[in-house]
């Protein structure tokens, strides 16, 4: 019984909810992108923030095939495509933090 009620005190502890946004393959796709972006806490706010990315005209790739947008802080924050995505030469992350947290994403895009 106390094995039981220290694995289950242990489970809360180590419990993180992060919300990690993984779209289409990397599996044998080139990685053409990869960046660590940050920006500071809002006091009292969430803060939203738009990235964007684009795949130089000049590229062999023509297309996204894959996007990966960890989140660093481990916090509840999210990342959602808002324009462009898998299947075309640019995307939009759309990222908002919890409120008084800091955006931390590594981003990685293959083509």
Known sequence: MKS??????????VFVECNHTFMGTNVYRPLIFHKNVKYSSNLWRKRVENFTY??????????????????????SASANVTQGGIGYPFVTLRMKSESNKEINYDIYIYG
């Open 4 to 13: 039981l009620l220290c694995l289950f005190i242990i489970a809360i502890v």
């Open 54 to 75: 684009t795949v130089p005209p000049y590229s062999y790739i023509r297309t996204i095939q894959g996007i990966l947008a960890y989140d660093l802080t481990n916090t």
